[in-house]
């Protein structure tokens, strides 16, 4: 059974830095792109970052860019993603997901994807 379980979500000050980690388990993750997504009250659910669990280049959306890194710990079978520069427009639950059909790198901005984390608050203070 796949799980995903997010973690290291918090109440942050303008300006402050999380780091998120969504730990993985249930199968081999080979080949599986896994994303962060991320919903604010009232909002859609937005893609915020995803890479191939295999490697290669991040993917990251416009809001993400130049403040969010993700990363991957194959021996941990963890993800992670790095928020610096945080704002309260980042404010929202944020989910891991994973999924092993987005051959078309522009699929992986999209859901729908095989499988979701609980999720994690993040809340920023201005």
């Known amino acids: 059974q796949v799980q995903l379980v997010e973690s290291g979500g918090g109440l942050v000050q303008t300006g402050g830095s999380l780091r998120l980690s969504c730990a993985a388990s249930?199968?081999?993750?080979?080949?599986?792109?896994m994303a962060w997504f991320r919903q604010a009250p009232g909002k859609e659910r937005e893609f915020v970052s995803a890479?191939?669990?295999?490697?290669?280049?991040?993917y990251y959306a416009d809001s993400a860019k130049g403040r969010f890194t993700i990363s991957r710990d194959n021996a941990k079978n963890t993800v992670y993603l790095q928020m610096n520069s945080l704002k309260p427009e980042d404010t929202a639950v944020y989910y891991c997901?994973?999924?092993?059909?987005?051959?078309?790198?522009?699929?992986?901005?999209?859901?729908?994807?095989?499988?979701w984390g609980q999720g994690t608050q993040v809340t920023v203070s201005s």
């Open positions: 997901a994973a999924d092993r059909t987005k051959t078309d790198y522009r699929s992986v901005y999209r859901e729908p994807y095989d499988y």
């Open positions: 890479v191939r669990w295999s490697g290669g280049i991040p």
């Open positions: 249930g199968r081999t993750f080979s080949g599986y792109t």
